[in-house]
């Protein structure tokens, strides 16, 4: 299973893999944090991850992320 991200989520995803907070995140891509919360919540189920380094962990296995 590969699962498909959108560009935004790709996008988040990488900001939180660099360390990003939420706060941080939503401000640089305009947003608001509610957003940017949405987006992960979508992302952890995508890659069915609780956390977010599991996230990124599984992101990094479907070479998501490199």
């Known amino acids: 299973m590969n699962p498909s991200l959108t560009k935004r989520e ?3 995803l990488q900001e939180v893999a660099l ?3 939420t706060p941080q995140i939503a401000a640089d891509l305009g947003l608001s944090p509610e957003t940017v919360k949405w987006y992960r919540k979508q992302m952890l ?3 069915s991850a609780s956390t977010s ?3 990124i962990r599984k992101a990094v296995e479907f070479q998501l992320l490199q």
């Open 19 to 21: 360390g990003r907070t």
């Open 10 to 12: 790709m996008t988040i």
């Open 53 to 55: 380094a599991e996230m």
């Open 45 to 47: 189920a995508k890659l």
